[in-house]
């Protein structure tokens, strides 16, 4: 029996290792950790939110990125002749862009003028539904707010004054691309 002890001894001292000092901040992730004894059984649930959170300990930038959400547009018919998107300002501030340039590109595509009031609300010329407004905007989503490589909507959209082109440059992946500036075509005031 003491051979036995004597390698349980020796096991035990292999398992121990020097400790590093860890700062304050790993201390505290550390006390967050959840331990996991051996001999009892998990719900699939608590292992994988245990390990969502060792993901998000020593990865910080995989699990945070948040999903890009547009309350849809307000509609609202004027006159018989003008249509006014009230959250159009609530809606650029969520895709992070100019008003002057999605004014462009409604004006581009509905091939009518457009105008903004004092309040950032939108007033189209001509009488349009809600599912055609919010056809443009996924559209001008698609082609200006979403990065091609990692499909995030963190991009900024820059304009070269050398060149007259615009980029589209991610902030998550680093990449950038450019893309077509918006066509303006004939519409009558």
Do not use: W
């Not at 304050?24 to 699939?44: F, G, L, P, T």
């Amino acid at each position: 029996m003491s051979e036995d002890q004597d390698l349980e001894q020796f096991n035990l001292s292999l398992k121990k290792k020097k400790k590093k000092k860890l700062s304050k901040e790993e201390q505290q992730d550390d006390i967050k950790d959840i331990k996991i004894e051996e001999d009892q059984d998990y719900d699939y649930t608590f292992l994988l939110e245990r390990l969502y959170t060792q993901l998000r300990i020593n990865n910080p930038m995989i699990i945070n990125h948040k999903k890009l959400v547009i309350p849809p547009p307000s509609v609202i018919a004027l006159s018989s002749k003008k249509t006014l998107l009230a959250n159009f300002k609530e809606i650029i501030r969520l895709i992070n862009r100019n008003i002057d340039h999605v004014q462009s590109f409604f004006i581009s595509e509905l091939n009518t003028n457009c105008n903004i009031d004092s309040l950032s609300r939108l007033i189209i010329k001509g009488k349009y539904s809600q599912r055609q407004v919010e056809s443009i905007f996924k559209k001008y989503i698609e082609e200006y707010v979403i990065c091609d490589s990692c499909r995030k909507h963190h991009t900024i959209l820059l304009k070269d004054q050398i060149t007259r082109l615009y980029f589209l440059s991610c902030e998550s992946c680093k990449s950038s691309k450019s893309i077509q500036p918006i066509k303006n075509g004939f519409y009558k005031l």
